[in-house]
């Protein structure tokens, strides 16, 4: 099986050619984790519209990281639930889950081989052949025209960073997951990533839930922000009104 027709969808559907649906893409419905006892997400309720960019923000330790990792599943959640498209989340097979919550983590993960043999890992694992063209074209798009047969331990942090969302989009994710994905990169890397990033959010009309401490970076992405403190949200609108509530994050 090829990519052609999911990438043909994902053209029509950021040019807006897409089946009217009143559902959120995701929504998440009072989402809850305990360990020991100790809870570090509690009854945590908003949803995502199609093409819209939701921010996180929050102190260390607020429980953003911890909401991610519910979202795709890394962890289990102890009450609650999360549904995909009107799906509940706990009938999709998590391998599939995950290709369709597409996670960008703050420290890029490679898997050892070169940047090719990255990006064709989720394809082939579903049985699919990621084209030379495709290839080409996406490594061209995250600014890496020439990289498919470079070694990824060869890359620099914003390089390995760029391979990484380019690893995420041939998986034609429905949702992006964004942890803090510039926090670990030096300040022109950072700058690069974070534009490249906006741009293709922009483009591909994509929903995004991006989690930073850094409001101003926030306000860059959405317009709209929940903030978390200790696990629970504490408030939620337009990011002009969340920055200036209460506190600001460390």
Do not use: W
């Amino acid at each position: 099986m090829h990519l052609h027709s999911r990438f043909e969808a994902d053209a029509a559907h950021a040019g807006g050619r897409q089946p009217a649906n009143p559902e959120p893409i995701l929504r998440a419905e009072r989402l809850s984790r305990s360990v020991d006892g100790r809870p570090l997400i509690e009854d945590v309720s908003f949803a995502i519209e199609r093409a819209e960019v939701l921010a996180v923000i929050g102190a260390s330790g607020a429980g953003k990281t911890s909401l991610l990792r519910l979202l795709n599943r890394l962890d289990e959640p102890t009450g609650g639930t999360v549904f995909l498209n009107g799906r509940d989340y706990r009938s999709i097979a998590p391998a599939e889950l995950r290709r369709r919550l597409g996670m960008l983590l703050q420290q890029p993960f490679l898997f050892p081989g070169t940047v090719a043999q990255n990006l064709e890992f989720g394809p082939s694992s579903r049985g699919e052949e990621l084209s030379v063209g495709q290839l080409d074209r996406t490594l061209e798009r995250v600014g890496l025209k020439g990289y498919a047969d470079r070694d990824v331990r060869r890359l620099s942090g914003g390089e390995a960073q760029r391979v990484s969302l380019a690893r995420t989009l041939v998986n034609a994710p429905d949702v992006l997951l964004l942890d803090e994905p510039t926090s670990a990169l030096d300040e022109a890397s950072r700058r690069d990533v974070e534009q490249l990033i906006c741009d293709i959010i922009a483009e591909r009309q994509l929903s995004c839930l991006f989690v930073t401490h850094d409001h101003e970076q926030a306000a860059r992405f959405a317009e709209r922000a929940l903030r978390l403190e200790s696990g629970r949200v504490v408030a939620t609108g337009p990011i002009s009104e969340i920055s200036h509530a209460g506190q600001n994050p460390r």
